[in-house]
C-alpha cells in the first residue's frame, strides 16, 4: 500500500466533469451485478457520470439507446441477481476496425473517456486494444469529419480498469474470478444431491464440470466434496491411469465406501493431448468393474442462480477499486485489472495478467505440465497438492508410533468436520496414529478418547456441525485429568479446532506446562467458528458458510419489502461483541446499516440513520433492510432500535423484526468452508510432524518453547503458524475479539454503497503490482 499523491483530495470530488462507462462482456458469471452496482453507486459519489453500456462491445459499436445514464435507483435489487443485467454478447464487429472506430465515436459524444469492462481475458484484451489505438481511432473519426480537432484534443486519451468476470478462475494474477465462488456452490449443491442417491444404489458417478482451458472448478469441487479422481487439463493423468483409476474404486468398494464420485473439467486431456471425456471413463468403469455407472453433465447450471456472499462482497470492493484506479491513472498508467490476493485488493497491469494466462495455454499445449500449475499461481498450486496428498488410500508401513488428538471446541460450525477429516488422512499418511477426542476438553478430562481411522471420516467434507461432538468448557478447571489422560493414552501433539474457547483453552493448556509436564507437547489451534473473532486468523472455518445463510434470509426478507412496500426489517445476527458477520452480509445483501460493537455509535447516529430512511422512502426503492450485530450495545437492544425506527418512522414506513440464532451455525459448509477447513487441517498435522522431529530428545517427546504451541491462521495471503502466547498482546479478552481486525477497513464502502455521505480514505491504495516477475523466477 502507498500514500497517494493527493491525500488532501476530497473523493466525492474527484469524478466531477468526468465520465464513465460499464460494460460486461463474454460470458456472464454470477457477482457482475454487483460490481456493476458498485462502479454505478461509487462513480456518482465521487461526482462522475455513469453510464451503462447494455449488450456489451455490441451495444459499444451500435450506441444509441444501448448507452444511458445510470442512476443510484437504477441499480437497486440486483446484488441478489445472477448473470448480469445489462446485458452480455461476443461482438464480431467490435474485432474489425470499423467497429472500433464506431465505438470510439459513441463514447466521444457522450464525453466519455474511462471504461470499465467486466468479462474474461478475451473481453480485457479486446479493451487494452481499443486503448492503444485509441489516438488513430481519433484521427480517423477527425479525417471523416465526425468529430472536431477540439474533441479529439480534449478526449486523448482512454483509460481502462478490468474486473474478471468468469466463473472458471482462469485468469492469472488474481486468486478469485467474480463468479466462481457461486459456480462451486452450484456444483456442490448438485454433487451432494447426488450423493445420496448414489449411496442408496452403490452407484459410480462422473461429474462434468466447466473448464475448458482450466480445472479450477474441477478441482476445487473434488477436493470439496472428497471425490475418488480428479481430471484436469493443467495435469493429464500418467499412462497407465485407466489401471490406477479402476484399483482406486475396487480399493474404495472394499472398504465399504458405497459411492464413487469423479469429477471431470470438460477440457481434460491425456498425456498425448487427446481428450479424456465422461463417456470414455463410463466405459471404462463399466467394462473393466461392472459397477453402476452414472454420468451427469452439469453445463449451465454452474452459471445460472443467485450469486454467493463471497462474490456479492468481491463483486462490490472491486467495483469501488476500478472507480479509484480509473480516477487515478495518468496516460502513462497501463491498463490494469483490479483484483483479491487474500483478502487484499490489487492492481495488476492486464496485459502481464493476460501474458500469463497464455503462458499457462502454452504450456499445457507444450506438454509442461508442472510449469502450467506453478503459473496458474499459489492458490491453485496448494490446492492441487494437498488434493494430491489426500488422493492417497495406502497409508505406509513404517508406522511412526506417533499418537495425535483431535478435539473439537467452543460452538459448532460448519467446515469444522473437513478440517477433522484431512487432518486424520493426512496423519495416517504421515504414518501416525490418530485419536478422536469427543465431547471437548470435558472428554479429554474423562477419557472419551478412541482411535479413528480411514474410513471413519469418509464423507465428513460435506457434513454440517461437529461429528466429533464439542463443548464449549475450558480445561481450568480439568488440568489434572487431562494430564493423567495425556499420559495413559500416550498422546504426543494435539490438534484443537474451535472458536475463541479453542484458543483460550490452548493458552490454558500452555500455562499449564509448568506445573505439568505432560502439557509439554506440540499443540495447534485452527480457527473455526462462525463469529470470525479468533486472534491471528482474518477468516475462521464456518464464518462464509454463516454470512451466506444470513444473506439468503436477508434476500427473502428484501423480496417481502419489496412487495409490501415502505417497510424496514430489523435483522439480529450472531457473532458475540465481532461485526464481522454483520458487517459482510450487510455488505452483501445491500443493508441500510449495520450496527456493531467495534464501530461506536450513539443516539445521534440512530437518529441519522432513521431520517435516511425516511428520504429513501420518497424514491422508487421503498424498503429498508438494518441488521444488528448481537452484542453491539447493551442498552440499543434490538427490541429499542426496533421500537425507536417503529415511532419515528409512523406514516412513512413500518418495522418487522427478525432474530436469525442458531441456523447460523447450522446447514452443510460452503465450498469456502469445504476447501478452507481441507487445507487448514492438513497444514496443521504436516506442521505437527515436523515439530515432533524438533521436540525428540532421549527417546520422549518434550515441548516447551512459545513456537511450539501456535493457531494457524490467513493472514492476508497465506496461511501462517503464530505462537499463542504472542497472540496475547493483540486479543482484547473482555470482548473476545482481536484488537485489530482487517474487515472494518471495507466498512465505509457498505455506508458509500447504501448512499451515506462520509468520506472514503483514499490516502491508502493499492499500488500497481506485477505477475511477470513469478513467470521469470520459473525460467531461471
Known sequence: MSKDLHPTMDPTKMGIGRSIAVLTSGGDAQGMNAAVRATVR??????????????????????GDNIRLATWESVSMMLQLGGTVIGSARSMEFKTREGRIKAAHNLIKRGITNLCVIGGDGSLTGADEFRSEWSGLLTDLCKSGKITDEQAQEFS??????????????????????????????????????????????RTFILEVMGRHCGYLALVSAQACGA??????????????????????????????????????EGAISRDGKPITSDMIKKLVTDRLGFDTRTTVLGHVQRGGTPSAFDRILGSRMGVEAVMALLEATPETPACVVSLSGNQAIRLPLMECVQVTKDVTAAMGEGRFEDAIKLR??????????????????????????????????????GMNAAVRSAVRIGIIQGHNMLAVHDGFDGLAHGQIEPINWTSVSGWTGKGGSMLGTKRSLPGKLLEEISQNIAKFNIHSLV??????????????????????EMCIPMV???????????????????????????????RIKQSAAGTKRRVFIVETMGGYCGYLATM?????????????????????????????????????????????EKCNSNYTTDFIFNLYSEEGKGVFDCRKNVLGHMQQGG??????RNFGTKMGAKSVLWITEKLKECYRHGRIFANTPDSACVLGMRKRALTFQPLTELKEETDFEHRIPKTQWWLKIRPIMKILAKYDIKLDTSEHADMEHVIKKRSLLEK
Open 228 to 265: 475418488d479422481w480428479v481430471f484436469i487439463p493443467e495435469m493429464p493423468p500418467d499412462a497407465g491411469w485407466e489401471d490406477h483409476l479402476c484399483r482406486r474404486l475396487a480399493d474404495q468398494r472394499a472398504r465399504g465406501s458405497r459411492l464413487n464420485v469423479i469429477i471431470v473439467a
Open 42 to 63: 461509487v462513480g456518482l459519489y465521487t461526482g462522475a457520470k455513469v453510464y451503462f453500456v447494455h449488450e456489451g462491445y455490441q451495444g459499444l459499436c451500435d450506441g
Open 668 to 673: 452443510t459448509p460452503t465450498p469456502f468452508d
Open 585 to 629: 452480509a450487510g455488505m452483501a445483501a445491500g443493508a441500510d446499516a449495520a450496527y456493531i460493537f467495534e464501530d461506536k455509535f450513539n443516539i445521534k447516529d440512530l437518529e441519522v440513520n432513521v431520517e435516511h430512511l425516511v428520504e429513501k422512502m420518497k424514491t422508487t426503492v421503498k424498503r429498508g433492510l438494518i441488521l444488528r450485530n
Open 157 to 202: 486519451f482512454l483509460n481502462i480498469v478490468g474486473m474478471v468476470g468468469s466463473i472458471d478462475n482462469d485468469f492469472c494474477g488474481t486468486d478469485m474470478t467474480i463468479g466462481t465462488d457461486s459456480a462451486l456452490h452450484r456444483i456442490i449443491e448438485v454433487v451432494d444431491a447426488i450423493t445420496t442417491t448414489a449411496q442408496s444404489h452403490q
Open 496 to 517: 484443537i479446532i474451535g472458536g475463541f474457547e479453542a484458543y483460550m483453552g490452548a493458552l490454558e493448556l500452555v500455562q499449564a506446562r509448568e506445573k505439568y509436564e
Open 377 to 414: 499461481g499459489k492458490s491453485f498450486e496448494n490446492n492441487w497438492n494437498t488434493y494430491k496428498m489426500l488422493a492417497h488410500i495406502n497409508p505406509p508401513d513404517v508406522k511412526s508410533n506417533i499418537n495425535v488428538a483431535i478435539i473439537n471446541i467452543g460452538a459448532p460450525c460448519a
Open 525 to 555: 489451534v485452527i480457527p473455526a467458528t462462525v463469529s470470525n473473532n479468533v486472534p491471528g486468523s482474518d477468516f475462521s472455518i464456518g464464518a462464509d458458510s454463516a454470512v451466506n445463510t444470513i444473506v439468503t434470509t436477508c434476500d
